[in-house]
């Protein structure tokens, strides 16, 4: 068959298993990066004394960031606790906040946290084969409730819409998702400021 031409395609692979890419390096967010993101702080300084790791990592294609591109890639949440809170994503408004975001769960088990800017907050289960619509407006935290599975999810959003962290980083989330009596539980955060 005849080639197109200027047709850029590219195929990316995913591993199913782990959710690593061998064609892009991933980026990685380390336990030191998430300082001051968790209820428990203390347990959090704690914990690095023993070592910094690994407790998400993410790909960024690198695509140009035009409004008719999109970014897209997998993001794997390895398992743990704070406290009683589950590891978690910092979570991000997008830039331009008119920006909606697909993701898709490949493996493991947890929640797909979402707020608007006026406080609507939404929670949707990750598992195996699910994909979460995140309506435009929304900041989105990905968290793992499993004790011994990454957490493993596709995305897909206009490659043009930017990541405001300031925003979650600065008041948080509205609702935490932690652990008591062994389950998962939607609790007000009480840091929340605002
Ligand atoms: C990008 C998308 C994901 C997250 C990734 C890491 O819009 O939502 O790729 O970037 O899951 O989370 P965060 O909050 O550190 O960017
Ligand atoms: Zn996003």
Known sequence: MEKLKNLKSMAIRFNLDDGLSPDRKSIKRMLSAMEGMYLDNEKLKEMLKDGDIVVYEFYNMGLPED????????????????????????????????????????KGNGYLLMESPE?????????????VYVPKRYAHRSINISDKEPLISFFAYRADGGHDYKTIKTKGFRKLVVERNGKPELIDNPKWKA
């Open 119 to 131: 406080g609507d907050v939404e929670l949707q289960e990750l598992k195996p084969g699910v994909s």
């Open 67 to 106: 409004s008719g591109e999109l970014g897209f890639g997998t993001t794997i949440l390895y398992p743990g606790k704070i406290g009683e809170e589950y590891y978690f994503t910092k979570g991000h408004f997008h830039s331009i906040l008119e920006t909606a975001e697909i993701y898709y769960c490949i």
